[in-house]
């Protein structure tokens, strides 16, 4: 099976979990993923398979969307609720609207550290392997995008829902800390959910108990079994432009040679799909030159997904 397939995953398991369990239930090796859940969320989690597997790069820098609940007063070492209690404080002067209006104070480009128990790698080693040990990690921000973020309930309970909109690696647990030490009770990030990646929504996912029912002994089997959860290879929608080339672009672009289009969207640097006649995925290519003022453009192949005869 060479397309994308969309999980909706459980909690208590980790990403990669969900990666190996589709390889068991699908019978197939080459199985990535378009972007890491924690082991308590749940939600969209985009799987590449096959051929598709080439374009996580590509997939994997898509926006997010997510709904879940911040807990404020009690903050963790982990910045969600599985972990240890650090401090607890009084939420007697806090309010919605001076929640709603923290919130808003990290949407836009905001620079932002990672939690120290989290998968980013330095030197090959993940932070919360170093936190587990007791060793420093290190506090190194980068800059990424909030495009909303926003209560969508009422605070009772000190819990307070909220909904997320923000660029890949944003991390949620974070935003949920700041929020925290910005009202000065302290919180933790208690559930979370991801809605959407890219065009792509939790409407179209699967279960891995509806996965592993479609492919029991006698069941259908096949990606016509997972229905609107499978995006066949040819048919997966690219975060950039596409090109349809003749017969001849094409073989060139089977070749690695690059192939002179017209009527071109897009900026030197800029990535393209490009599709035969027949709409099959021929290959991912860039621009590298752009030619006078009428769309006339150079694209080099990057990623080839047939040879040439």
């Not at 390889?23 to 939600?43: E, F, W, Y």
């Not at 990424?144 to 890949?168: A, K, Q």
């Not at 935003?175 to 990646?197: E, F, K």
């Amino acid at each position: 099976m060479d397309g994308l397939l969309l999980v909706d995953k459980h909690g208590g398991c980790t990403s990669h979990d969900i990666v190996q369990q589709c390889r068991r239930v699908l019978r197939q090796k080459k199985i990535g993923h378009c972007g890491t859940l924690d082991p308590s969320a749940t939600g969209l989690l985009l799987l590449t398979l096959g051929r598709a597997t080439r374009l996580t790069r590509f997939l994997i820098r898509a926006p997010k969307v997510y709904e879940g609940e911040i807990h404020l007063g009690r903050e963790t070492d982990t910045y969600d609720a599985s972990g240890k209690t650090v401090a607890e404080r009084s939420t007697a002067e806090v309010t919605e609207a001076a929640v709603a209006d923290m919130m808003a104070t990290f949407e836009g480009e905001i620079q932002q550290a990672p939690p120290r128990y989290s998968a980013k790698k330095i030197r090959g080693q993940k932070y919360y392997e170093l936190a587990r040990r007791g060793e420093e990690v290190p506090q190194e921000t980068k800059p990424v995008t909030v495009y909303e973020f926003l209560p969508t309930g009422p605070l009772r309970e000190d819990r307070i829902h909220f909904r997320l909109g923000c660029s890949s690696g944003t991390y949620a647990r974070s935003l949920a800390h700041d929020v925290g030490q910005g009202l000065g009770c302290g919180a933790n990030l208690s559930s979370l959910r991801r809605l959407q990646v890219g065009t792509f929504k939790i409407a179209q996912a699967l279960t891995m108990e509806a996965i592993e029912e479609r492919f029991q002994p006698g069941g259908e089997g096949g990606g016509e079994a997972l229905g609107a959860s499978f995006i066949p290879f040819d048919e997966i929608p690219m975060p950039f432009p596409q090109i349809v080339t003749d017969a001849q672009q094409e073989g060139r672009l089977l070749h690695g040679q690059t192939i002179l289009v017209r009527d071109l969207e897009g900026e030197e640097g800029d990535w393209v799909k490009l599709v035969s006649q027949r709409r099959q995925f021929v290959a991912v290519g860039s621009v590298v030159e752009r030619i006078g003022s009428r769309g006339v453009g150079v694209i080099q192949p990057k990623v080839v997904f047939q040879e040439g005869p």
